[in-house]
């Protein structure tokens, strides 16, 4: 096997072990991804040099016995809207296509501090706005499972880059499933934290109350390992919650005797794909056979879901999105007086998604329809937030499917309601705060990733990743862990 299929725990023994150094690591993704990626496409940015030098740094401090961290030394990916001093965060979108920003964000320099090389910036839906990585301004990013599919979205390159080897684990962010539904697609695990868990300090905001940064990898203890690395309380961030974080890694014990599971009803219901609910059965089986107690739950509100998150996040997306003006950074379309510069700058700067966000949400900020749209989108979250509250009262975790379907074709979905309609299942997390992760639970027909959600309440991140470990070591004992 070669040292890009290793995970990063694998990476981490063979360094401990002094049978490979931190440059011979870094050299093997590097030539994986000049291999793979003319055809997967899941950076923007592949930054060789730098990441060859931290590597070689890191190589200094291990024989020196002054590593940084356990992880001193495994090279990581970092989706493209996470601030990066000296290399270019685009966003994936024209407006922002050669803008190199003076600072790097919390999730970075706690990365460079744990002495992990940065491989690249990985591409994205423009402004994380899109669930299959074809709004991109620069280029597509293929599913490595089936170049003919998707990856999801918006961090169908983190997922991809994972996927197709070209990085150990990788960062991407979640707004209403954006990590989870690639890593369903891509046969990953991928865990959104609780909001405020992780600094969102220098991610580039779409809705900053549903943003949350968060790991994707081809294990449950690689991701148990990054969120040790990019968890924790941060001043800079007015969001980021005070408290201790636990050794997420410590809790992966494979003991769920006497968990509660519940499965919303509403989830398992019409427009559900039946290879997907098949596999999510069976898995539940397996942890039952692991001794957890399962009972059916009702979510009643899920019904109103699509449409209350779209109203709010479009709204936060008008008002994040108006800095971008042509004046301060990024594109700007010279012209003869301010105000035409400013609707040229950002016709051209933006793609039609993003404009098609924006204007959504600026018509349900504006007078006479704020109370209709905006207000009543906000009751009913609050809704949601109170039907999950008293779903965890009866149960630990809840169960869900990832997505209705496994991954699509490009093209393949005609309509904005078709592509919205794919995150059914994962947008209510990020409108109730909560915590999620996404695993691989087997393939369908088209030997394609069906992915399995894990819901768990505020904090909740031990549970959801112990239980998906106790899943990921009974498969493996049956020899399908990447079925």
């Avoid at 998150?309 to 997306?317: F, G, N, P, Q, V």
Wanted: charged share 20%.
């Amino acid at each position: 096997m070669e040292l890009y299929q290793y995970t990063a725990r694998q990476l981490q023994q063979c360094l401990s072990d002094n049978e490979v150094t931190s440059e011979m690591i870094v050299n093997s993704f590097l030539a994986q991804i000049e291999r793979v990626e003319q055809e997967i496409g899941a950076f923007i940015t592949v930054t060789a040099d730098q990441a060859l030098e931290a590597a070689k740094e890191s190589d200094i401090r291990r024989r020196r016995n002054e590593l940084v961290s356990p992880w001193d030394g495994i090279p990581i990916a970092v989706k493209d809207n996470m601030s990066t001093k000296g290399i270019k965060t685009t966003c994936g979108s024209k407006i922002l296509a050669n803008y190199v920003p003076p600072y790097d964000g919390t999730v970075i320099r706690k990365l460079k501090a744990a002495g992990l090389p940065l491989l690249g910036k990985t591409n994205l839906d423009e402004f994380a706005m899109g669930s299959s990585t074809e709004n991109s301004a620069f280029a597509k990013t293929c599913n490595p499972v089936n170049w003919a599919k998707v990856p999801g979205g918006s961090s169908g390159g983190s997922a991809a880059a994972v996927a197709g080897y070209e990085a150990p684990w990788s960062l991407g962010s979640d707004t209403g499933g954006s990590i989870r539904q690639p890593a369903s697609f891509c046969g990953l695990i991928g865990l959104k934290p609780t909001y405020g868990l992780v600094s969102r300090y220098g991610l580039v905001a779409y809705a900053s109350s549903f943003d949350q940064i968060g790991p994707l990898g081809r294990s449950v203890e690689d991701v148990a390992d990054l969120m040790n690395i990019i968890s924790g309380y941060d001043q800079l961030d007015s969001t980021s919650v005070n408290r201790d974080c636990p050794n997420y890694a410590a809790a992966l014990t494979g003991d769920i005797k006497g968990l509660r599971i519940g499965l919303p009803k509403e989830y398992f219901a019409q427009g559900l794909n039946d290879a997907v609910k098949a596999a999510i059965m069976a898995a539940v089986d397996k942890l039952v056979a692991a001794g957890a107690v399962v009972e059916e739950v009702s979510l009643p509100m899920t019904e109103y879901a699509i449409e209350t998150y779209y109203l709010i996040t479009s709204a936060e997306a008008s008002s994040n999105l108006a800095r971008y003006d042509g004046v301060r950074y990024g594109l700007r379309v010279a012209d003869e007086d301010s105000i035409t510069m400013f609707k040229s700058t950002r016709s051209a700067g933006f793609g039609p998604e993003v404009k098609r966000r924006i204007m959504l949400g600026t018509y349900a900020l504006s007078t006479g329809y704020y109370d209709a749209y905006y207000k009543k989108a906000q009751q009913v979250r609050t809704l949601m937030r109170r039907e999950f509250a008293e779903a965890f009262a009866k149960v630990d975790i809840l169960i869900t499917p990832t997505t209705p379907t496994t991954a699509f074709g490009f093209g393949e979905k005609k309509n904005s309601l078709e592509m919205y309609l794919s995150d059914i299942y994962t947008v209510t997390v990020n409108l109730a705060g909560v915590p999620a992760l996404s695993m691989p639970v087997g393939k369908d027909q088209e030997h394609l990733p069906i992915g399995m959600q894990l819901i768990g309440q505020h904090f909740a991140e031990e549970a959801l990743l112990n239980t998906a470990y106790t899943l990921e070591q009974v498969k493996l004992k049956e020899g399908c862990v990447h079925e």
